[in-house]
């Protein structure tokens, strides 16, 4: 009898839906901690993950976001419709350097928060006036939205030696 190359279709159902809740990218989000907020006994646990991303067109500067990830059977095979909640803190921590013009409003940053109807964004914009970088995080649904939002901004400072920060106003479309 020869080996079988065949799944089963609710097999390969499992393994694309897998991966589909938890940040995916290559040079995506780092995991900072989790903490569980209830116990399931035969299940995992609800919790609550924090995580990192550095903004891939602004050096020296780092969003922290903390979201929940439901628990339970569908948490355990990443099929759970996980909630919109999110907070967001962005923060230089070295030389801001812009590498290209950007629009306000350009996506930095989205993910997965169901299989099929709901995505977390993480937006940028430039607040010119005040030479500070405005991020929002949101969950958006495909019917009937999602209010759920957090700001938060980076006002671009010198550091070290580097004299005069950049003006991120210089670098809008």
Same mark, same amino acid.
């Given at each position: 009898?020869?080996?079988? &190359?065949?799944?089963? #279709?609710?097999? $390969?159902?499992?393994?694309?839906? +897998?991966? $589909?809740? +938890?940040?995916?990218?290559? &040079?995506?989000?780092?995991?900072?901690? @989790?903490?569980?907020?209830?116990?399931? /006994?035969?299940?995992?646990?609800?919790?609550?993950?924090?995580?990192?991303?550095?903004?891939?067109?602004?050096?020296? !500067?780092?969003?922290?976001?903390?979201?929940?990830?439901?628990?339970?059977?569908?948490?355990?095979?990443? !099929?759970?419709?996980?909630? %919109?909640?999110?907070?967001?803190?962005?923060?230089?921590?070295?030389? !801001?350097?812009?590498?290209?013009?950007?629009?306000?409003?350009?996506?930095?940053?989205?993910?997965?928060? %169901?299989?099929?109807?709901?995505?977390?964004?993480?937006? @940028?914009?430039?607040?010119?006036? @005040? &030479? +500070? /970088? $405005?991020?929002?995080?949101? %969950?958006?649904?495909?019917?009937?939205? %999602?209010?759920?939002?957090?700001?938060?901004?980076? #006002?671009?400072? #010198?550091?070290?030696?580097?004299?005069?920060? $950049? @003006?991120?106003?210089?670098?809008?479309?």
């Amino acid at each position: 009898m020869k080996p079988s &190359n065949f799944l089963p #279709p609710a097999l $390969v159902a499992i393994g694309l839906c +897998a991966g $589909v809740a +938890a940040p995916a990218l290559a &040079n995506g989000p780092d995991l900072i901690f @989790r903490k569980s907020t209830d116990f399931k /006994l035969l299940t995992p646990n609800d919790k609550l993950a924090t995580y990192v991303l550095d903004d891939p067109d602004i050096d020296g !500067v780092a969003c922290y976001y903390t979201v929940h990830e439901k628990g339970g059977v569908a948490g355990m095979f990443g !099929v759970a419709e996980q909630t %919109s909640d999110v907070s967001l803190a962005c923060r230089q921590y070295g030389p !801001v350097a812009i590498k290209e013009k950007f629009g306000q409003g350009d996506e930095v940053f989205s993910e997965r928060r %169901s299989v099929l109807w709901k995505r977390l964004h993480i937006v @940028r914009g430039c607040d010119a006036k @005040r &030479n +500070a /970088l $405005v991020y929002m995080a949101y %969950s958006d649904r495909l019917i009937e939205g %999602s209010p759920e939002n957090s700001t938060s901004s980076v #006002p671009i400072q #010198p550091w070290g030696a580097a004299g005069e920060p $950049v @003006r991120c106003g210089e670098f809008l479309k």
